[in-house]
């Protein structure tokens, strides 16, 4: 009964989550909200690691394959995104490493220079 | 055939899974590791949908287990973050940096695109949102006046190119740090980019997962002072 039961608390912080959503309804997906108080009730001590973990990490492993289904939803957009094709190419295709490296490099030079385990804070 | 294909409700999870797997099977047996896995399956989705007549609709509600695991499936992203908190309380202003500088970047830069190519308002509120987890995103474009399947296009595209640049990208910019690897991921591809910075290493998972919902808050708030900007 182990999968069962951490499947039930996993899905239990994801009702919870669309519970939060109902309450503060920024375009924020349920998901999200979830998350957060998972990494609430975990830091917390309320929640266990081993009551989740061996669920939670096979769902997290298999997180690109639930995005099939989602994804072939580009053969009802394909009309509009031809008719944008100049602006859809360059964002994509230029604009998202450019974001990438950015954002990489921003973090890197605000990290703390002396990365060693146990820093002074 | 086609009745029966349409009405069976394994049907589009056994199309997904096959299809995935053959995806992966192609990436590793032709060496093309940074290849992701998601591309030839949905390319192999949509040939078989076009080519056995089945409408879309009946596809996505035979897969529908897939679209509702990835709401258990985010809520789990809590425990690779949970197990490197120390790591991220300690380095909070570089995470926290890093997201804002590319959530900026990438509003300005859609904004500065659409201007240069003369991009309606209806078409650049679907683009706004592009880095941005596909969740996320679809509903801060729908509230902008964009569409939610353009946007939900651009954010998949934007994630999967985000994954197959993500080595060259790292090395490019000097990226050696886990952390702003795995933020840099995060920030610009998402939930898909996310898949490929656990190939990278544990942290640089982690604090993607971490960047999903810290740049998508981030864009929340930020994408509707920028939609006002064309129209």
């Known amino acids: 009964m182990k999968w069962a039961l951490q499947a039930a608390i996993i899905l239990g912080f994801s009702l919870a989550g669309e519970f939060l959503r109902l309450l503060l309804p920024l ?95 | 055939m086609t009745d029966f294909l349409s009405g069976a409700p394994a049907f589009g999870l056994v199309l997904s899974l096959s299809a995935y797997l053959l995806g992966d099977f192609a990436r590793k047996r032709l060496k093309l590791l940074w ?24 596809y996505i509600e035979s897969a529908g287990l897939l679209s509702f695991l990835l709401g258990p499936a985010t809520v789990c992203l809590a425990i690779p973050l949970y197990k490197r908190l120390r790591l991220l309380r300690r380095n909070w202003k570089a995470v926290l940096g890093g997201a804002l500088a590319g959530v900026l970047s990438s509003l300005f830069g859609v904004l500065l695109l659409a201007k240069l190519t003369g991009l309606g308002a209806a078409e650049y509120a ?6 941005v987890t596909t969740a996320i995103g679809v509903g801060i474009a729908a509230e902008l006046g964009g569409q939610r399947a353009v946007s939900g296009a651009l954010i998949i595209l934007t994630g999967i190119f985000g994954s197959l640049s993500a080595g060259l990208v790292c090395r490019l910019f000097g990226l050696r740090e886990p952390l702003a690897k795995g933020l840099a991921i995060g920030t610009s591809a998402h939930a898909i980019g996310t898949a490929k910075a656990f190939e990278m290493g544990e942290t640089e998972g982690a604090v993607s997962g971490l960047a999903i919902v810290i740049s998508g808050v981030l864009t929340v708030i930020f994408a509707p002072l920028f939609a006002g900007l064309i129209g």
């Open chain 1, 27 to 121: 375009p924020v997906p349920a998901g999200v909200y979830g998350l957060l108080l998972m990494l609430g009730a975990l830091s917390l001590g309320l929640l266990k690691l081993p009551q989740i973990e061996q669920t939670g990490e096979f769902l997290v492993s298999i997180l690109p394959l639930l995005f099939v289904p989602a994804a072939a939803g580009l053969l009802d957009a394909w009309g509009v995104l031809r008719a944008m094709w100049p602006a859809a190419l360059l964002a994509v295709l230029g604009l998202t490493p450019l974001v990438m490296g950015i954002t990489g490099w921003v973090a890197q030079r605000l990290m703390k220079s002396g990365e060693g385990e146990g820093g002074d804070d």
């Open chain 2, 35 to 58: 290849l992701h896995p998601l591309l030839p399956a949905v390319l192999l989705v949509i040939a078989v949908l076009l080519l056995t007549g089945l409408p879309y609709e009946s």
């Open chain 2, 126 to 131: 679907s683009l706004l949102p592009k880095s």
